[in-house]
């Protein structure tokens, strides 16, 4: 009898868009979803595995949910001293610059604004000492609750319904934003630039000292599923090795995103070796353990969570050896 198809959710990472190409996984045909938005799969009955906040997984697991289970797929990676914004006028030049000032965010608990703020404590800057302000990018994005459930503390606010973050950045009720994705024009006409001026020297210096890109989104499995067909832990990981690696050779042959594409490749191998976007444990276990220190640290959760209750599925790490031509 042939298996019902794995009903996958994610965003249409270059990465990630194959498994929509006849891939089948410890024998099921993959049903993949390009979406919109990252899916909560808590939420999501249709989905049998989808990309996920790692944020609200560890928060789950901590709090006893664990009717999914995460794999080290970090299909969502990204260093964050890029995503704080000030005005090309503004004096503020690094994150101990920060400490004391009004800075506005897209939300609260979210991954990488949690990545950004630990930004600011590994400079000694108090978060409590700065006034918070969580609202969309811009006044036309989507409106939602941005505290993502938890409860705030007295110095983060919400701005006013129908402002937006670079509006407020604009017009100085704001000193800085932390924002995931650029606003637009953000590269031609912004008027806004990165606090760090030369962000990637910035990040390069926090790669030789961490050893990784921050993750923020991975893949998690509905956990009924995975006991019922373990074999899937591992065929999911190599399903989304191979979707990485035939970008990868589309992309170097065939996809030159900019003129500059070769020489940035190139940059890119020297820095981070062959494969910026590795699958696997444990390669991943100092990442998420400093993730899950920066939570604690920033009281979004009590204690970190065991590794092996976060990961509980063994598998072996499927790094890819063409990933950076």
């Not at 704080?84 to 030049?93: K, R």
């Not at 030789?208 to 006991?227: F, K, N, Q, S, W």
């Not at 690696?245 to 042959?253: P, V």
Request: proline residues 8%.
């Amino acid at each position: 009898m042939a298996l019902k198809p794995l009903r996958v959710g994610a965003r249409p990472w270059a990465h990630v868009t194959a498994l929509g190409a006849g891939v089948t996984v410890a024998g099921h045909a993959v049903d993949y979803h390009a979406l919109a938005t990252t899916p909560r799969i808590w939420d999501e009955p249709d989905l049998d595995v989808a990309e996920t906040s790692l944020s609200q997984y560890v928060r789950a697991r901590s709090a006893g949910d664990d009717s999914v289970t995460g794999l080290p797929i970090f299909v969502m990676r990204g260093f964050r001293q890029r995503c704080i914004l000030v005005p090309e006028s503004s004096p503020l030049e690094s994150a101990a610059d920060l400490a004391g000032r009004r800075i506005g965010l897209t939300g609260w608990p979210d991954s990488g604004n949690t990545w950004t703020r630990e930004l600011l404590t590994r400079e000694g800057v108090d978060l409590g000492g700065i006034e918070w302000f969580l609202g969309p990018l811009t006044p036309d994005a989507p409106q939602f609750d941005r505290s993502g459930g938890v409860e705030l503390a007295g110095n983060v606010h919400e701005l006013e319904a129908g402002d937006g973050l670079t509006h407020a950045l604009e017009r100085g009720h704001l000193d800085a934003i932390m924002t995931p994705f650029m606003p637009p024009g953000f590269y031609t006409r912004s008027g806004l630039r990165t606090l760090h001026r030369d962000s990637q020297s910035a990040e390069e210096a926090y790669y030789r000292e961490r050893g990784y890109l921050p993750g923020m989104h991975l893949i998690a499995v509905r956990t009924a599923l995975l006991d019922r067909q373990p074999a899937l832990a591992q065929g999911l990981v190599d399903a989304f090795e191979e979707a990485k690696q035939h970008n990868a050779r589309l992309r170097d042959k065939l996809q030159d995103a900019f003129p500059w594409h070769d020489r940035e490749q190139a940059r890119t191998a020297r820095t981070f070796g062959t494969d910026w976007l590795p699958y696997g444990w444990p390669g991943d276990q100092p990442m998420v353990a400093d993730f899950q220190q920066a939570l604690v640290t920033q009281d979004l959760l009590p204690a970190p969570v065991p590794d092996h209750e976060l990961f509980p599925h063994q598998v072996a790490p499927s790094t890819s050896k063409e990933y950076v031509a």
